[in-house]
C-alpha cells in the first residue's frame, strides 16, 4: 500500500492532512489485509463532497419513489411508471440511471407477483387488485448515483403476499442491525438469509447488491447467502446496497430468453425485494436511499 507522508493531503480527496484523515484508517486495513481479510481498496472509500453530492441524487431517488407511492394503483400499466419516473426524474435535473444501461430500454424496473428483478415496462401490463410489484428507481444527478426500491401492494392483497412483503422489508433491519465498519459483509448476509429462512422463505443466490455511488455497480458485490465473517470487511466511507430477493418458495429462478433481463421464479410463487442504500460510518451506517 503507498501511503503519502504524515503532512501530505490524504488520497481520499477531502483536502485535509492525511494524518489528520485516513492514516490510522489504513493501519487497520493492513492489519486486516495481513490477517487475511478481503478489504477495501482505496476506490470504494467515499469522501465528505462525495457523500453530499451522493446525497442529492438520492433526493431525487426518494421522491420519485414517494411519486410512485402516491399514484400507484390497479388499472395502471408498468409503462406508466416508467413515464412517471423518467418525466420526474428529468424534471428535477437528473438522468434515470437504468435507460439505456447495458440495452435496458426503460427508466425504472417493475417486477410483479413471481418476477423476481429487472421486469420492463410496458404497456400491455396493467396493474390488477391482489398484485404485488417492486419499483427500483436508479438516478444519476451529475455523475453520482443512488438506488433503491420499494414493494407496493395494489388493492387487497392475499395474506400469504402480504406476509412476503411484509418480512421481505423487515429482513433490511435485520440485515442493517450487522452493518458497522470493521465488521465483514457476510455478518449480513448470513443475518437476512436466517431470517428469511426462519420465516419460511428462501433467498436468490444468483442476483445481490452492490457498491453505488461515483458508479451504477462498483465492488463488493453483496449477496444474501454468505456465511458470517466472510466476505469483504466493510469500513466506513464504504457505500453500497441491500436489496435482498426474497422467495415465497424455492430459491431457484430463470431469466427470460426473449428479453435477456427479466428473471422469474422457477416455481412461479411470487418474490419480494427492497433495497436500500447504505453508507457504512464510523459508528454505524447512514441509510442514503430508501
Ligand atoms: N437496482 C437495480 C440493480 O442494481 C437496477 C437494475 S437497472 C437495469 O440491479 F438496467 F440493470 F436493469
Ligand atoms: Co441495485
Not at 489504513?26 to 472509500?45: C, W
Request: with cysteine; aromatic share 8%; charged share 20%.
Amino acid at each position: 500500500m503507498l501511503r503519502p507522508g504524515r503532512n501530505d493531503v490524504c488520497w481520499c480527496g477531502s483536502g485535509l492532512k492525511y494524518k489528520r484523515c485516513h492514516s490510522n484508517f489504513d493501519d487497520k486495513i493492513e492489519a486486516l489485509r495481513l490477517s487475511h481479510a478481503v478489504v477495501p481498496g482505496h476506490n470504494l472509500i467515499k469522501n465528505p463532497q462525495q457523500i453530499a453530492a451522493i446525497k442529492e441524487s438520492a433526493k431525487i431517488n426518494i421522491a420519485v419513489l414517494d411519486y410512485v407511492a402516491e399514484h400507484i394503483e390497479a388499472g395502471i400499466t408498468t409503462e406508466d411508471i416508467d413515464k412517471w419516473v423518467y418525466d420526474l426524474t428529468t424534471k428535477m435535473g437528473g438522468i434515470p440511471a437504468p435507460l439505456n444501461y447495458e440495452g435496458f430500454p426503460k427508466s425504472v424496473c417493475t417486477s410483479i407477483n413471481n418476477q423476481v428483478c429487472h421486469g420492463i415496462p410496458s404497456p400491455d401490463v396493467m396493474l390488477r387488485e391482489g398484485d404485488i410489484i417492486n419499483v427500483d428507481v436508479s438516478t444519476i444527478l451529475n455523475g453520482y448515483y443512488s438506488d433503491s426500491s420499494r414493494m407496493f401492494c395494489i388493492g387487497e392483497v392475499s395474506p400469504e403476499k402480504k406476509r412476503l412483503v411484509d418480512i421481505t422489508k423487515e429482513s433490511l433491519n435485520v440485515g442493517l442491525s450487522k452493518v458497522k465498519p470493521w465488521g465483514f459483509l457476510g455478518d449480513m448476509g448470513q443475518a437476512i438469509n436466517d431470517f428469511a429462512r426462519a420465516n419460511g422463505y428462501s433467498v436468490v443466490r444468483e442476483i445481490g447488491g452492490h457498491g453505488v455511488g461515483l458508479e451504477f455497480h462498483e465492488d463488493p458485490y453483496v449477496s444474501y447467502v454468505t456465511k458470517a465473517g466472510t466476505e469483504m470487511v466493510m469500513a466506513p466511507g464504504m457505500m453500497f446496497t441491500i436489496e435482498p430477493m426474497i422467495n415465497m418458495g424455492k430459491q431457484e429462478i430463470y431469466i427470460d430468453e426473449d428479453n435477456g433481463w427479466t428473471a422469474y421464479t422457477q416455481d412461479r410463487l411470487p418474490s419480494a425485494q427492497w433495497e436500500i442504500q447504505v453508507l457504512v460510518t464510523e459508528d454505524g451506517y447512514e441509510i442514503i436511499a430508501y
